[in-house]
């Protein structure tokens, strides 16, 4: 199960391709930052795709935090459109499981999911590669 925060189009590719991937069973998109703990808390998903760039009120790093500590087995990805290395280093410190870039197609970020749900960490800064 995929919960993922962010905006409509994001949602709608990766719904047509979870829907034909047999190894997740739902995805729940969470409009905003302050659905994301009453939602996961609810349904207790496999993987968080959360938008760092998104968050609205409350911080990413906050809504990490709550989701590691509420939901912790919960394995939480951060994506952003401007990843850093300051940006990783503080989304791992801080328990994701991985960041992703803004970009990605949705092939592959079915494919970075899959890994993290496996127990690998992500790290995909380069839409490209």
Do not use: W, Y
């Not at 709550?66 to 791992?92: C, I, K, Q, T, Y």
């Amino acid at each position: 199960m995929l919960c993922i925060v962010d905006d409509p189009p994001l949602v709608e590719a990766l719904g047509v391709h979870i829907q034909e991937a047999p190894d997740f069973a739902a995805l729940h998109p969470i409009g905003g930052s302050d659905e994301v703990m009453v939602v996961a808390k609810r349904v207790k998903p496999s993987v968080v795709l959360l938008d760092f760039d998104r968050s609205g009120d409350v911080s990413a790093m906050t809504i990490l935090n709550e989701l590691r500590r509420d939901v912790p087995d919960a394995r939480v990805v951060v994506m952003s459109g401007a990843p850093n290395g300051e940006l990783v280093a503080r989304s791992l410190s801080h328990g994701a499981a991985g960041l992703v870039t803004k970009g990605l197609s949705a092939d592959r970020l079915v494919h970075a999911m899959r890994r993290v749900l496996g127990g690998d960490a992500v790290i995909m800064l380069d839409a490209t590669t």
